[in-house]
């Protein structure tokens, strides 16, 4: 039995709200840097471990948030996370130096790490039995995300015109606690019986393991790759990423539930859909944290006119989010992930032509093809890992694709931001290296899910 139009309103938006505050944080910042670099005088690695310390925490707190959902119920995740993301941006709003930003960035982390796995499985929960609303009410919960993606340096600049770079924080505080006072109205998960402990070993060398690989690319220009705390760090990452996945594949027979099931990637099709989200974050937040600095230090732009200018990008994402559902309805995932990669991969060949001098009349047509690509892909993408298990892992499941795509999101920043530092040429020079790459991996992450066996389940809403 289908819910009611209100009622499938009420669990669409109040789930979704979850992605818009994640989500929201992860770009407002970008066209603040500037202004964060100048009051608390901070340089370009600062600047990046305050984009990346948020991401890290996302990425590796949510692969035992969506666990802790499935065993205790996603609903309890899902508020408590917004409760600690509400405490997380008071304290970024307060904070007193580059520091203690990045500490209150990691909290936030932690918050948004509850709240999305979260706010996927209660609603793969609730239209469990009705893949057709299922698909749809995906479809709303990432257009939701996609359009807070893009109206972040909107907002941000807006902000920043008019009341500073911490009202950016603290505009987070109304929207969690209407999230809080909605969420405990949504219906509770099945809260499954788990014999097997908890994975904290697991936990902790997947954190490890990201922050020193991250530490060590942010680092390697300043300090260069002969400095120890650079091939330390990622000697570190190699070694804790080893032992990671030793403790993984050892967790069965240490009655412990695995942070990361490995049996998860005996399936084609989740392992496509995985390093498809992966590559797409990479190169989209990496390119992102390039582009402000390139429209506000090379081009001049003010943080509001940097704001404006990302405006492409929520009509491109509305538009092509809504298209990537019909398009799943009639044709199955694969179609509008494919041609979402296409579409992705030339915008960023088109940024191959930006330079010093450059119009925003030239640049518009990448900044609408990048976010169109995203938008027929990721839902897709998502509805895909979803179909992919059981329901009753869809927490995992979700948590490891999101954790996956938070991770290759900040280390794109770290990546790419490494190329754009220095002087305005650079900048430049950055962007198109960034661009050149982010255009070889989206070929091939396209190639991977042609590859890749198709799922008949992971289907989108019947037009």
Not at 1 to 11: D, E, G, K, N, S
């Amino acid at each position: 039995m289908h819910l009611r139009p209100p009622r499938f309103a009420f669990v669409v938006a109040t789930s979704s709200l979850a992605f818009v505050v994640g989500q929201l944080d992860v770009t407002i910042v970008n066209v603040a840097l500037p202004r964060i670099a100048t009051e608390l005088s901070s340089g370009i690695a600062t600047l990046q471990w305050i984009v990346d310390a948020y991401t890290l925490a996302f990425a590796t707190f949510m692969l035992v948030a969506g666990s802790l959902g499935d065993r205790f119920g996603s609903r309890r995740g899902f508020v408590v996370g917004f409760g600690i993301f509400g405490v997380a941006s008071l304290a970024c709003g307060l904070a007193p130096s580059g520091a203690a930003l990045i500490a209150a960035r990691a909290l936030q982390g932690l918050g948004a790490a509850a709240m999305l796995p979260n706010s996927l499985a209660l609603l793969n929960h609730v239209f469990s039995e009705q893949p057709d609303t299922r698909g749809r009410a995906i479809g709303w919960w990432t257009a939701a995300g996609a359009v807070s993606i893009a109206m972040g340096p909107l907002i941000g600049g807006l902000l920043l015109n008019t009341t500073g770079w911490r009202s950016i924080f603290f505009v987070n505080l109304p929207l969690c606690a209407i999230g809080m006072v909605f969420g405990v109205r949504l219906p509770e998960t099945v809260r499954h019986v788990h014999k097997h402990k908890l994975d904290v070993a697991g936990q902790v060398l997947a954190i490890l393991a990201l922050t020193a690989l991250t530490a060590a690319v942010i680092e390697a220009r300043p300090l260069g790759f002969a400095h120890p705390f650079v091939w330390g760090g990622f000697v570190l990452a190699l070694l804790t990423g080893a032992a990671f996945v030793w403790i993984q594949s050892r967790a069965p027979s240490r009655a412990t539930e695995p942070t990361v099931p490995l049996d998860l990637f005996r399936n084609k099709t989740f392992n496509a859909a995985v390093i498809f989200g992966t590559v797409v974050n990479f190169t989209y937040y990496g390119t992102l944290f390039v582009l402000t600095l390139y429209l506000q230090r090379v081009l001049g732009y003010t943080p509001l006119h940097a704001g404006l200018a990302f405006l492409p990008l929520t009509a491109g994402l509305i538009l092509s989010n809504v298209a990537s559902g019909r398009v799943m309805a009639a044709c199955g995932p694969r179609l509008p992930m494919l041609l979402g990669v296409s579409i992705d991969a030339l915008g960023f060949l088109l940024l191959l032509r930006a330079g010093a001098e450059s119009s925003y009349a030239s640049l518009f047509l990448a900044f609408l093809l990048i976010p169109i690509g995203m938008g027929l892909a990721v839902p897709a993408m998502t509805t895909t890992v979803l179909a992919a298990v059981d329901k009753r892992r869809s927490g995992t499941a979700s948590a490891v694709l999101n954790a996956a795509r938070q991770a290759a999101g900040a280390m794109g920043v770290a990546v790419f931001g490494a190329f754009a530092d220095g002087a305005n040429p650079h900048v430049v020079s950055g962007l198109h290296a960034s661009s050149l790459i982010s255009v070889v991996l989206l070929v091939a992450a396209g190639l991977i899910v042609f590859s890749a066996p198709k799922n008949p389940k992971a289907r989108g809403p019947r037009a």
